[in-house]
């Protein structure tokens, strides 16, 4: 067990919705990334937050955004959805910004029909 | 752009060493790193070396990096089949000083165990 949160474990939804994705560091972390696992694209790295800020940004569609709340857990909100948005996406966390060892959490199954 | 390869399947016998390559572009990524992936799991890191190091030996992994080459590998010595899993290789992205969260990952290697 890495320490890293992630809810709902599954989720199932339609073409054109939005859905929520929610990340609980390991206790003490102050960074939270996310990462998209899909088929095609493989493990592509979205976005990350430090300690309640963005730090830094990769391939995130504009149709996806996320946050980090004042207790650390960060969101990731997916709207518009598409079929091809369907992946495993996985949150991560670490204690500092740089340098410090990153840990997975077990993802979040998002199936778009 | 930044990319990483690694060859999709490695197939090896009980008690054998199992070695995963891969190769990358960046070369001022700052570390490289080796993550394991079990079915449901999520991402397990296995280990990781600092650019200017050569070798880095842990338990029955070694990790060899050949930086002139781009070369990365990861030698298992005596596999079980517990080592049955996906290992995805990872170098961290340019800009952002070598934070471990932050990272361009291969498309993984699968690595299936025969007894």
């Known amino acids: 067990d890495s320490g890293v949160t992630q809810t709902p474990k599954h989720l199932i939804t339609a073409t054109g919705q939005r859905v929520t994705l929610r990340c609980s560091p390991r206790?003490?972390?102050?960074?939270v990334y996310w990462y998209q696992q899909s088929l095609d694209q493989g493990l592509q790295f979205l976005i990350q937050?430090?300690?309640?800020?963005?730090?830094a940004k990769g391939n995130i569609l504009e149709r996806f955004s996320a946050q980090q709340f004042p207790d650390l857990h960060s969101e990731l909100n997916l709207s518009s959805l598409e079929l091809g948005d369907s992946a495993l996406y996985f949150c991560?966390?670490?204690?500092?910004?740089?340098?410090?060892?990153?840990?997975f959490g077990q993802g979040t199954r998002l199936t778009v029909v | 752009g930044e990319d990483v390869e690694q060859s999709l399947f490695l197939s090896v016998r009980e008690g054998d060493s199992s070695v995963i390559n891969c190769t990358y572009t960046?070369?001022?990524?700052?570390?490289l790193y080796w993550y394991k992936q079990e079915p449901g799991a999520g991402l397990q890191l296995l280990t990781y070396?600092?650019?200017?190091?050569d070798m880095k030996q842990d338990q029955r992994l070694t990790v060899l990096l050949n930086k002139k080459d781009k070369h990365l590998s990861l030698r298992i010595a005596d596999t079980q089949t517990g080592d049955s899993a996906i290992y995805f290789c990872?170098?961290?992205?340019?800009?952002?000083?070598?934070?471990?969260?932050?990272?361009?990952f291969g498309k993984g290697t699968k690595l299936s165990v025969k007894p």
């Open positions: 991560a966390s670490s204690v500092a910004g740089t340098g410090t060892e990153a840990f």
């Open positions: 960046d070369s001022s990524s700052t570390y």
């Open positions: 070396i600092f650019s200017n190091m």
């Open positions: 937050y430090y300690n309640g800020e963005e730090r």
């Open positions: 206790s003490g972390d102050l960074s």
């Open positions: 990872a170098e961290s992205i340019r800009g952002y000083g070598g934070s471990q969260g932050n990272l361009i």
